[in-house]
């Protein structure tokens, strides 16, 4: 098992650094010229110069890259280009939320999709047709427009709800509930329906293996077939559908984000990206990244335990 988990752990290092090189190359290669963006139009070309030096423009792209690298390594994502904020400070006041509003979301899609997977995996019948017609229907409303119908009837209409977030450093637990109700809800509804379709095939395909038919034969109870063996045996294929739904919420968030005026990470991402403020972008990237890397690991170690097929492969 160790050597299992170092190797899932190693290669998502080399994931994080050949991410974070293509990142890097590629928004300076699409930048512009960065310093002009930053002292503006009116600025003579000897400022543009100095701010160039000033920035570390001057130097070669691989050489900014690796300086870069050997700082972040350190924990030093540097400072805004355009605020002058460390980078780290800036993601530190905004990953709670987003973090929060993604994995609230997830836990709630996990327990609602998996009760509603197995019951109509098991019940068949009309519980298994509304699962199916409310995937399709899932699938086919984005959540953005969820969220833009829940905010537009339950904020603005009935006031049930802030229509904006009043989310602040000092806002007690009242305030992140009720900015961050609606937009779990407009996430849970977009994904629940989805995640109860895959994880009811992963109980259909391991219902009908011959191991469960071996064990009715024995008169083995449904019960316990269901929740020691099915449930077991089908858990690795609903965890991977999950994290990949949790990978494309944190892309997702930067809208329902905005939607909702969320201090999260979806709006520092949009409006570093559309500055050119590589810093704070490069640290946005790897924040995600990381993310990504750290919910794939856990998921290979659940699935390696559940099955130890997984970890021989």
């Given amino acids: 098992m160790f050597s299992f988990v170092l190797k899932r752990l190693v290669s998502g290092i080399v994931v994080l650094l050949a991410v974070s090189a293509l990142t890097f190359f590629l928004l300076y290669f699409a930048g512009g010229n960065i310093a002009r963006n930053i002292v503006g139009d009116q600025a003579s070309p000897e400022q543009v110069a100095a701010k160039e030096v000033e920035l570390g423009l001057d130097q070669p792209l691989i050489v900014r890259y690796f300086s870069w690298l050997v700082s972040a390594a350190t924990g030093d994502l540097g400072r805004s280009w355009f605020t002058s904020e460390p980078v780290a400070q800036a993601l530190s006041s905004r990953i709670p939320v987003t973090m929060v509003m993604v994995f609230a979301a997830m836990l709630l899609i996990g327990i609602i999709a998996a009760l509603l997977g197995v019951a109509a995996a098991v019940k068949r019948g009309w519980v298994d047709r509304a699962v199916q017609i409310s995937a399709i229907i899932g699938d086919a409303i984005p959540g953005f427009v969820i969220g833009i119908v829940l905010v537009t009837f339950l904020a603005i209409q009935l006031k049930l709800f802030p229509a904006t977030s009043t989310i602040a450093p000092d806002a007690g637990a009242d305030a992140w509930i009720l900015s961050l109700a609606l937009p ?48 077991r045996s089908a858990a690795p294929a609903g965890l991977t559908v999950l994290s990949l739904q949790l990978i494309g919420m944190l892309g997702g968030v930067v809208i329902i984000e905005s939607i909702f005026a969320l201090p999260g990470m979806g709006p520092l991402a949009v409006s570093s990206t559309s500055q050119g403020d590589l810093p704070v972008v490069m640290g946005v990237v790897m924040y995600t990244v990381a993310v990504v890397i750290v919910v794939n690991l856990v998921v290979d170690i659940i699935n390696g335990w559940l099955n130890p097929k997984v970890r021989v492969s």
Avoid at 194 to 202: F, H, K, P, T, V
């Fill in 184 to 231: 779990v809800a407009a996430l849970v509804l977009n994904g629940v329906a989805g995640g109860a379709q895959q994880i009811r095939s992963a109980v259909i395909k391991q219902l009908e293996r011959d191991y469960v038919r071996t064990l009715r034969s024995r008169g083995i109870r449904e019960n316990e077939i269901l929740f020691k063996h099915v449930l």
